[in-house]
């Protein structure tokens, strides 16, 4: 199975970046899709971005065009470029890896961003 720790979140201004980055350890990452995933309080978790094995992405139509999901095998990593960030974008983020073996799931602790003047 597969261990997935998150950092880089923080605090940032509105339209401000930040790139979240997901390492994963003991197992083999290019077996796996992978995604982000936020929560902010009061709300239930929602999808941000996946990216595939053969390279295709999809979006939540609330980032599309600001943020980017990328993956880099060799360094075992899965990243999340967010720019123009909004105070809405404030959550929890959580790195989500899904086996394209057996389809199990496997979740970050999240790291905090928060958004605000």
């Known amino acids: 199975q597969v261990q997935l720790v998150e950092s880089g979140g923080g605090l940032v201004q509105p339209g401000g970046s930040l790139r979240l980055s997901c390492a994963a350890s003991?197992?083999?990452?290019?077996?796996?899709?992978m995604g982000w995933y936020r929560q902010a309080p009061g709300k239930q978790r929602e999808l941000v971005a996946q990216?595939?094995?053969?390279?295709?992405?999809n979006y939540a139509d609330s980032v599309k065009g600001r943020f980017t999901i990328s993956r880099d095998n060799a360094k075992n990593t899965a990243y999340l470029q967010m720019n123009s960030l909004k105070p809405e974008d404030t959550a929890v983020y959580y790195c989500h890896g899904v086996s394209r073996i057996d389809y199990r799931e496997y979740w970050g602790q999240g790291t905090q961003v928060t958004v605000s003047s």
């Open positions: 990216i595939f094995s053969g390279g295709s992405t």
């Open positions: 003991g197992s083999i990452f290019s077996n796996y899709f």
